[in-house]
């Protein structure tokens, strides 16, 4: 169940009970970066080699929306991994995982 936008928590929450209910674990990877300061450098880089835009008010509101989310999801899931994304290389910084597995 890739997700790759901070969407709305509501629907999150709908697809992992739905998950759930079938029989599914469901295993979190977050991937964030340190401030909405390097999300907004990251998306300016990104159109000055030719990628797609995203308006630095967009940027923000989701950044925001992403993290706060993340409060409520991250109790949800059966195992989750949370990844700093800011430098050359990830960083695991938080993880859940379930002992039995």
Do not use: Q
């Not at 967009?58 to 991994?81: H, P």
């Amino acid at each position: 169940m890739p997700c790759s936008s901070p969407g709305n928590a509501r629907g999150h929450i709908n697809r992992i009970a739905k998950a759930h209910k079938l029989g599914y674990r469901v295993i979190l990877h977050y991937v964030f970066l340190d401030n909405v300061e390097t999300s907004i450098a990251r998306v300016h880089h990104r159109v000055s080699i030719g990628g797609h835009g995203i308006p630095e008010d967009v940027i923000r509101k989701r950044y925001a929306r992403s993290i706060k989310n993340l409060s409520v999801i991250k109790d949800l899931v059966d195992e989750y991994y949370i990844w700093d994304n800011s430098g050359e290389n990830f960083v695991l910084l938080e993880k859940k995982k379930e002992s039995n597995n």
